[in-house]
């Protein structure tokens, strides 16, 4: 089995990522203008069918602290993204497993009548497939418009069981082999958690697919796409105003400064809008209830601002470059 990394590292200082405006060194904290709202990400609840290993978001069969939104309450956006005129291009589904939510296939049909791109994440397992039917039936204008991306957490049955559980492996790529041998739209996602660089990575995904015939370039970073590990935990740099420049990287690319994600709390009685996919339970970032008052600029005061999308590079975005 290929080993993990996960948890490796020094712990974080405890004086970062307190004070929103300044660094523990006291430097200015960097932030991130919303350049437009090009995505606009629904969590659709934090029930799962697994319980995988270091899920940023803590998924699993028994986790409702996010509940299912409903497709009445996505449909409240779409109207406003309409009232508002914000240009949103894309619409993206995230949970848990979106397929848990009664309300996934109305939500999707809503979103691709209004000509929206949508993008479902999704492990492809029995959730997904017990929907076969509806989706299916989903009118063929919609295929070149609607897409999954499914989790894959390494190109080995063995490791990629270790992280999401005994039994998980065949059910995931029974699943990814249906959407491929049924013309939607595909991508994979996987995780930099092995001893292993990217080339090798990418090398036994391309046998992977190859094998099993399933139409996706290993070697296009949008269709398999290698995310970063998300431990809060370890020590990472703080972002400041500075940093732009030393690393070569502009704000104007940062997951904030173009999408924002619909949760909805348990404790809540509506939805909130996030600056990301990336802090759900993060109270201290949230934007209040519609699009309208989400639209201010973002202070990268968390550990996944630097680790997943300054030094990380990446994105959950369907056409993001990554």
């Known amino acids: 089995m290929n080993e993990m990394t996960i948890g490796r590292g020094a712990r974080l200082d405890p004086a970062k990522f307190r004070d929103p405006d300044r660094t523990a060194d006291g430097s ?16 659709t609840g934090t029930l799962c069918n697994l319980a995988c290993e270091n899920c940023y978001i803590e998924s699993s069969p028994t986790n409702d602290r996010l509940v299912y939104l409903s497709a009445a309450e996505v449909d409240a956006y779409f109207d406003e993204i309409e009232t508002l005129q914000l240009g949103t291009r894309e619409i993206g589904f995230t949970g848990g497993e979106p397929f848990m939510n009664p309300d996934l296939i109305a939500m999707l049909t809503s979103a691709l009548e209004q000509n929206f791109e949508v993008l479902v994440l999704t492990n492809a397992m029995r959730p997904m497939m017990k929907c076969a039917d ?19 957490d390494h190109y080995t049955k063995t490791s990629h069981e270790h992280i999401r559980g005994d039994r998980s492996w065949e059910p995931a790529l029974a ?32 046998e992977l697919f190859t094998t099993e015939d399933i139409r996706i370039d290993a070697y296009n970073p949008a269709a398999l796409i290698l995310f970063p590990e998300m431990d809060e935990t370890l020590d990472i740099p703080e972002i400041t105003e500075q940093c732009w420049d030393i690393l070569n990287v502009s704000p104007k690319n940062i997951m904030c400064a173009q999408s924002r994600m619909v949760v909805k709390r348990k404790s809540d009685d509506a939805p909130i809008v996030s600056p990301c996919t990336l802090l759900p339970y993060a109270e201290s970032f949230d934007l209040g209830t519609t699009l309208k008052n989400a639209l201010s600029p973002i202070k990268l005061n968390h550990p996944h601002c630097a680790k997943f999308c300054v030094l990380g590079g990446a994105s959950c975005s369907g056409s993001a470059d990554v």
């Open 134 to 152: 509806a989706l299916l039936a989903l009118p063929k204008r919609f295929r070149n418009r609607l897409t999954f991306r499914v989790s894959l």
């Open 28 to 43: 200015i904290r960097a932030q991130v203008t919303l350049e437009r709202l090009d995505t606009l990400w629904f969590n």
């Open 175 to 206: 699943g990814l082999k249906w959407l491929s041998e049924n013309g939607f739209a595909i991508a994979a996602a996987s995780r930099t958690c092995w001893d292993q660089d990217e080339t090798q990575m990418r090398e036994g995904f391309k």
